[in-house]
């Protein structure tokens, strides 16, 4: 098992693309760590960096002890699982399992006692002389997991593995990821841009933006804490309200509304100053009656959540999203009000956050 080192890794692609701009991350030894971020953020280059297939333009991986940054993929010790899983189309599910024992020359019969433990482990036993095209999706990601496995590698690196999944067995599948790399304890790095799968799986997450890690932490401190307004509007199912505000006095003007200004921000702010209020839509206490310190508005669209309901108002502070329990009955047009979470409402200035703590705050 090693950790990952990444000190001020950087890529330029042919044609002038910095898709790594000096990167300093370390991935803790048998952390699951995911890489998070919009499409074309750079999360696939950085995988595709640690694991030899794409070469540095400047700065260095480590791999334990060991500098890798100049090494070819097969003698960094790393397995790598594939969005479309790579798996080879002509060759049984031993010989695909196998393969990567084949190449380090392994002896056949004991290639094939390594693949068939694997197999088993992963619950692939009754499929072994089957060929991928086969297989359900579930069945040949598993294959590619074994594959990964069958040769011990310090560090797996996933790149989307999930995403060709239907939604039932992307849940499945992401609780038995969870629990293999658990038993296993090989440092894992996850590539997504489904921030719930980040959520649910990792220890820590990198968001990044732009070649950059915008937001280090665990998933609570992102969830809660998002360190800038970009990791805040990326992350939560139904995306944080980001509202305008202007400190006056012991509140904040949002809107017309005075909303109160939480206490751990009173020797933080001045009074006049102009700043972005952040409160997630699950943090806002719905009322059909007047309360003080809510923002109110007209119910302009309902979307049905299941066990919940998304009320979108639209009053003096703009848009606001909240979310309102089953039972309540909303009707497009009603007005509403909401009341901020004291304890839940985030000051942003100038985009970051006011008050991030060290190690859980912007790590550019
Ligand atoms: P996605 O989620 O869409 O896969 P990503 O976050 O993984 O996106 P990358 O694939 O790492 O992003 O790409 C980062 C940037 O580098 C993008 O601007 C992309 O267009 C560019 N890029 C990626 N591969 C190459 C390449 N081979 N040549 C030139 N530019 C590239």
Redesign the pocket.
């Known amino acids: 098992m090693a950790s990952i080192t990444m000190s001020e890794l950087v890529k330029v692609?042919?044609?002038g693309?910095r898709?790594l701009d000096s990167i300093d991350l370390t991935v803790e030894d048998g952390e699951f760590f995911a890489l998070l971020?919009?499409?074309?953020?750079?999360?696939?280059?950085?995988l595709r960096t640690i694991a030899g297939l794409e070469s540095a333009s400047g700065g260095g991986i480590r791999i334990g002890e060991r500098d890798v940054t100049r090494l070819a993929p097969g003698q960094r010790d790393v397995a790598m699982v594939f969005q479309d899983y790579a798996l080879f189309p002509h060759m049984t599910v031993t010989d695909n399992i196998a393969y990567p024992l084949k190449i380090k020359k392994v002896p056949t019969a004991e290639r094939g006692a390594k693949a068939a433990e694997t197999a088993a482990e992963l619950g692939l036993s009754d499929y072994l002389a089957r060929r991928p095209g086969q297989l359900s999706g579930g069945q040949q990601q598993r294959v590619a997991l074994a594959r990964a496995m069958a040769c011990h590698p310090k560090v797996f690196l996933f790149d989307e593995p999930l995403s060709n999944l239907d939604a039932r067995m992307r849940l499945e599948a992401r609780t038995f990821l969870k629990r293999l790399q658990r038993e296993l304890g090989v440092t894992t790095v996850f590539?997504t841009?489904d921030q719930a799968e980040a959520l649910a799986l990792a220890d820590r997450i990198a968001v990044?933006e732009g070649?950059r890690i915008r937001q280090l932490g665990s998933p609570k401190e992102v969830f809660h804490r998002p360190a800038n307004t970009f990791v805040a509007s990326f992350i939560g199912s139904t995306p944080m309200n980001l509202l305008d505000a202007v400190v006056t006095g012991k509140t904040l003007a949002v809107g017309e509304e005075p909303v109160a200004l939480p206490r751990e921000y009173a020797g933080s702010v001045t009074d006049g100053e102009k700043l972005v209020l952040g409160i997630r839509p699950e943090y806002l206490a719905y009322s059909t009656e007047q309360v003080p310190g809510a923002l109110h508005g007209e119910i302009t669209v309902v979307e049905n959540l299941g066990s919940a309901q998304l009320a979108t108002l639209h009053g003096p502070a703009g848009f606001v999203q909240a979310v309102v329990d089953e039972e309540t009955t909303l009707s497009l047009g009603d007005r509403g009000w909401a009341v901020p979470r004291a304890d839940r409402v985030l000051l942003y200035r100038d985009g970051d956050l006011i008050g991030a703590r060290e190690g859980a705050g912007s790590a550019t």
């Not at 971020?37 to 950085?46: D, Q, V």
């Open positions: 692609y042919p044609g693309v898709a971020g919009p499409s074309g953020c750079g999360k696939t280059t950085l590539v841009h990044m070649g």
